[in-house]
């Protein structure tokens, strides 16, 4: 299996949606994808990343926001067809290693509460559970109490 990382661009969209699809449960539908990645791609264009195959197809996403300290990634997915190949390490280094030549200096995710089975991934790439931190947010479109969304 030959794969490559590199950097996600706007012709990879309908794609990335389908390997998200494929990944997870509950993935984002295309348009709420797409405008969450036409915001990131504009302030961070080389911190979004494929994994592809020989063919170029995407198996592999992972995209990341900073502010100059401090970095979000999220959307880190790889097609079931392709995981346990050692693909989402790779897409955590490389962003990483993206970051670090920035002078980024605190890498943060998310994780939902049910997905205890991907912990272990983080961990073992140095990611630690941050103690006494509780996740908070809020919808900007809707103040009246209507759950968040993804
Ligand atoms: C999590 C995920 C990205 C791992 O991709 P991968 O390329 O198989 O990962 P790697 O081969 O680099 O590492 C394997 C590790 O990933 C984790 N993992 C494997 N399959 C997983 C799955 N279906 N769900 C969650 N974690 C998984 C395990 O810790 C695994 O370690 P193990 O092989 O010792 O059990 C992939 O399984 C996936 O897309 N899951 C669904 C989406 C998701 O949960 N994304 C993370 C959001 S925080």
Known sequence: MSISVRDMTLDDIPAVASCQRAAFRHPFDQA????????????????????????????GTIWGAWNGRRAV???????????????????????????????????????????????????????????GIMSMGKNLNAEDGTPLPQ
């Open 73 to 131: 990634i999220s959307g880190l997915a790889v097609h079931p067809s392709y995981q346990g190949h050692g693909i989402a390490r790779r897409l955590i280094t490389t962003v990483e290693e993206r970051f670090r030549a920035k002078g980024v200096t605190r890498l943060s995710l998310e994780i939902t509460a049910d997905n205890h089975r991907v912990i272990p991934l983080y961990e073992n790439l140095g990611f630690r559970v941050k103690e």
């Open 32 to 59: 709420v994808l797409t405008h969450e990645f036409l915001g990131c791609h504009r302030f961070n264009p080389d911190t979004l990343l494929v994994a592809v195959d020989e063919n170029d197809a995407v198996v």
